[in-house]
């Protein structure tokens, strides 16, 4: 997305340090979100007081804007992993910037929906119990997520403990999964990283 645009409507930067928070679930927005760099998490506390992360954002990636569109409090929170820098503008700035400019508006119909689909892959891990099955999925969305093909190898850019805040399973039972699915090879390994 062309930062250029939100800039021009008054949109500025500022700098969020590693672990600090961005927004708290259960705020209002009060900004649009886009990161110029670093990498931003997703993510809500369980009952348990577990992390459970939704999504990780980098480089040009808008984040947060379902309840600026509807209007309603953060069902998450969001925090900087890395040191990072993100873009703001106003929620009124925004949302006027995306009533009069209809390809910005075409653009945002295609995120929204390519994350509504993406969910809905997530769901999918999440109401599977094994292990494996879950980590595979969620294999699978990461791919869409980032349009990678099923013949590219890549390497997924997650800490066991990130794979284990993602599927909902415990740090312990991703090592053991991954340690079955490289015997069985399924899954191959570069430098301790997962290798899809």
């Known amino acids: 997305m062309d930062l250029n645009i939100f800039l021009k409507v008054g ?4 700098f969020y340090g590693k672990n600090e928070i961005i927004f708290e679930e259960g705020s209002k927005p009060r900004y649009f979100h886009i990161v110029v760099s670093g990498k931003v998490e997703m993510f809500f506390l369980s ?13 040009n990636d808008t984040f947060g804007e379902p309840p600026l569109f509807l ?19 106003s929620k009124e700035k925004f949302l006027a910037l995306v009533d ?7 653009k945002f119909l295609v995120i929204l929906a390519r994350r509504i689909y993406s969910k809905s892959l997530g769901l999918s891990s999440l109401a599977n119990c094994e292990p494996e099955k879950r980590i595979l999925l969620f294999i699978n969305k990461y791919r869409f997520d980032n349009d990678i093909e099923e013949n590219i190898r890549t390497v997924l850019p997650y800490t066991r ?22 015997k069985r090879g399924t899954l191959n390994f570069l430098n301790k990283k997962v290798v899809i």
């Open 47 to 59: 009952e348990e007081g577990k992390d459970f992360t939704q999504g990780f954002f980098s480089d």
């Open 100 to 106: 009069s400019n209809p390809e910005l508006k075409s």
């Open 11 to 14: 949109a500025t930067s500022k």
């Open 71 to 89: 209007n309603l409090p953060y069902p998450a929170s969001a925090r900087a992993k890395i040191d990072t820098e993100v873009l703001r503008l």
């Open 161 to 182: 403990q990130e794979l284990a805040n993602i599927t909902g399973l415990r740090i312990e039972t991703v090592i053991r999964a991954l340690s079955k699915m490289k």
